[in-house]
């Protein structure tokens, strides 16, 4: 089955920077990859995604890569800003049909 | 508009007590529902999910069970709790390709 791998698990940036989130996966077949973050105490809720028919999407300060071929997927924040600071989580499906794989988190610290 | 709802927000409970978490979607029909409990600081850890009424799989073999006796409703149970059930857990309806889960459940047996 699906197995997604998320680097690295915490990830330290000074306001400002960028912040870089990688996911991998194994399944070829996945064709929907979900960003989601958790701040704490709330519930995870999706920040963007991106459908394996384009390689790149981008929404303001956010945008995710792929690249199918070497299966793994980034988020990349730019002019990283406290209310950043969070757990971010990838997934990755086979459709509508299929379930999220998670994977394991990254928590975010953004540095004043 | 699709709404999830989730109760109770905060709970604390016993060991060895029963335990009813309850969660109902609104605004869509036939929904992939998900139970998932998150340990403090850790992942999502499926416990459930259902594709429709009376149809439950179950990821992870405990002391915990799930039902969902209508379209829209799907309820996690336990008999009696261990002090490992302590967790955030999390109810998840699959809109086309993501999730949008509830509030949430702050769980702490005691």
């Known amino acids: 089955g699906e197995n997604v791998e998320q680097h690295p698990s915490t990830l330290s940036v000074q306001e400002g920077d960028s912040a870089v989130i990688k996911c991998t996966y194994s399944?070829?077949?996945?064709?929907?990859f979900p960003w989601y973050k958790q701040e704490l105490g709330k519930r995870p809720q999706l920040i963007i995604d991106?459908?394996?028919n384009v390689g790149e999407k981008k929404d303001q300060r956010i945008a995710v890569t792929l690249n199918k071929t070497a299966k793994h997927f980034s988020l990349h924040i730019t002019e990283t800003q406290p209310e950043d600071s969070a757990v971010y989580f990838c997934?990755?499906?086979?459709?509508?049909?299929?379930?999220?794989?998670w994977g394991a988190g990254t928590k975010l610290i953004i540095k004043p | 508009s699709q709404t999830i709802h989730q109760w109770p927000a905060t709970l604390v409970q016993p060991v060895g007590s029963p335990l009813s978490l309850e969660c109902t979607v609104e605004g869509t029909s036939n929904p992939n529902l998900y139970w998932y409990r998150q340990a403090a600081g850790r992942g999502l850890q499926l416990l459930f999910y259902?594709?429709?009424?009376?149809?439950i799989s179950s990821e992870v073999p405990q002391n915990l069970s799930a039902s969902r006796p209508q379209d829209r409703q799907f309820i996690l149970s336990s008999k009696k709790l261990l002090l490992s059930d302590s967790g955030f857990y999390l109810c998840?309806?699959?809109?086309?390709?993501?999730?949008?889960f509830g509030s949430g459940t702050r769980l702490t047996v005691v």
């Open positions: 991106i459908r394996s």
């Open positions: 997934a990755a499906s086979k459709g509508s049909n299929y379930q999220l794989i």
């Open positions: 259902s594709v429709g009424i009376g149809q």
């Open positions: 399944d070829s077949a996945s064709n929907y």
């Open positions: 998840a309806w699959q809109d086309s390709y993501g999730y949008t």
